[in-house]
Every structure is written in structure tokens, then in C-alpha cells.
């Protein structure tokens, strides 16, 4: 079964970049979307389409996709930016998840 | 705006079915340029897709868990439902439903843009 590969963590010191990937064999040829999940909170929808920002979400974040790898990335990071982030695509009909990135704000 | 709100009971007995309804509130469900879904996240893990859904002849069911799920769509009462028979231990978790988008362009799937506060459910022995 299609499979999307996240590092299990990543740390990142307050007002640095941070950087997350999501590595699949079908991501060339299909979207990715990012999901922020902050602790005992619902998912929210980050970037969809690789690299588009739903309205509110901040300029902060931004997403990009070479090759089999999409890619989050929070720019100037923030304490409030500390969750969990995962990634999704479609394989057709089927949504499949990475297994998520818990991002730390030291 | 939209809102989503799961609800259903938090406690279902191992062996019996796990039933949960879905309340579409700000808008109405049978709009044509969104599905449904069905996402549930199992204690400290990460999410796991289980059903998209339109109405009764638009469904598509994670095949893991296809043998045991079923959907439906109330459209007079703007809701719709999960229930997963045959529940285990393995069946508890948080669960999701959300707002899927659709490519304006040739309709395929696109992102889970509204989602849930999320309703737990614990299946006990």
C-alpha cells in the first residue's frame, strides 16, 4: 500500500526555520497537503495543493514539492507553532496520512 | 461558517457497533462542490483515514476497514453517520469527521479543509 514517510520529530530554536518532509513514490505526481494538530486539538488544514495557504493561515508557513518529497516550512518560528503537522495525499480514491512530525520549539 | 460536531457514545462494548453522527451546522451538506470524511486517531497516534463520503452511492471506504463500515447521508437532517461493526480495543480513539473539498476543475479530491472538535470513543471489554 502507498505510504508517506515523515520524520517522527523535529526541533527548531524560536524564530528559526524549521523544515518538514514528506517522502512518497506517487507525490510527483500528486498534491500534498499539511495538517497542523496542536496537543488535545482538532487537525487544521495548512497547505493544500503542495503550496497554497488557506485565508488565515500565516505567511509563516509555506509548502513546496520536488521530486517524491513535499515540504513544510515555517519560517520564523514560534512557540505556538510547537504541534504535531502531518501530511496527506490521495492515491485515487484512497487518502493515505503520513505518520506525522512532532515539532518542537526549543 | 461552517461547523462540524460529532456525537455519539463515548463507551461501546467490545464485539457491538460503534454508531456516530455527524452535524452540519452554517451550510447545507448536499452542496455539490464538497464531500464528507470520516478520520479517527487511536491514543498517541497519528490519523487514519476510514470513510469519504457524498451521499449513499458516493462512498469509498478504507480497505482495511471496508468488511466493517458503513455510511450514510441525512440530507433532511444535515447530517451523516459512521457505524463500524465488531468493534475491539483496537477501534478506540478520537474521532473525526470533516469537510472534503473538490478540484473546481475535474472534481477530484482535494483537502479536509473544516474539521470536527473530535469525539472520543472508548470500547471496553
Known amino acids: 500500500s502507498y505510504e508517506l514517510t515523515q520524520p517522527p520529530s523535529v526541533s527548531v530554536s524560536p524564530g528559526q526555520t524549521a523544515s518538514i518532509t514528506c517522502s512518497g513514490d506517487k507525490l510527483g505526481d500528486q498534491y500534498a497537503y499539511w495538517y497542523q494538530q496542536r496537543p488535545g486539538q482538532s487537525p487544521i488544514l495548512i497547505i493544500y495543493?503542495?503550496?497554497k495557504r488557506p485565508s488565515g493561515i500565516p505567511e509563516r508557513f509555506s509548502g513546496s514539492s520536488s521530486g517524491n518529497t513535499a515540504t513544510l516550512t515555517i519560517r520564523g518560528t514560534q512557540s505556538m507553532d510547537e504541534a504535531e503537522y502531518y501530511c496527506?495525499?490521495?492515491?485515487?480514491?484512497?487518502?493515505?496520512f503520513g505518520g506525522g512530525t512532532k515539532l518542537t520549539v526549543l | 461558517q461552517l461547523q462540524l460536531q460529532e456525537s455519539g457514545p463515548g463507551l461501546v462494548k467490545s464485539s457491538e457497533t460503534l454508531s456516530l453522527t455527524c452535524i452540519v451546522s452554517?451550510?447545507?451538506?448536499?452542496?455539490?462542490?464538497?464531500?464528507w470524511g470520516w478520520i479517527r486517531q487511536p491514543p498517541g497516534k497519528g490519523l487514519e483515514w476510514i470513510a469519504t463520503?457524498?451521499?449513499?452511492?458516493?462512498?469509498f471506504y478504507n480497505p482495511s476497514l471496508k468488511s466493517r463500515v458503513t455510511t450514510s447521508v441525512d440530507t433532511s437532517k444535515n447530517q451523516f453517520s459512521l457505524r463500524l461493526t465488531s468493534v475491539t480495543a483496537a477501534d478506540t480513539a478520537v474521532y473525526y469527521c470533516?469537510?472534503?473539498?473538490?478540484?473546481?476543475?475535474?472534481?477530484?479530491?482535494?483537502?479536509?479543509?473544516?474539521w470536527g472538535q473530535g469525539t472520543m470513543v472508548i470500547v471496553s471489554s
Open positions: 452554517g451550510g447545507a451538506i448536499n452542496w455539490n462542490n464538497y464531500y
Open positions: 495543493q503542495d503550496t
Open positions: 496527506q495525499a490521495w492515491d485515487s480514491t484512497t487518502v493515505v
Open positions: 470533516a469537510r472534503l473539498c473538490l478540484h473546481l476543475e475535474d472534481s477530484s479530491f482535494d483537502a479536509f479543509d473544516i
Open positions: 463520503l457524498y451521499d449513499s452511492g458516493s462512498t
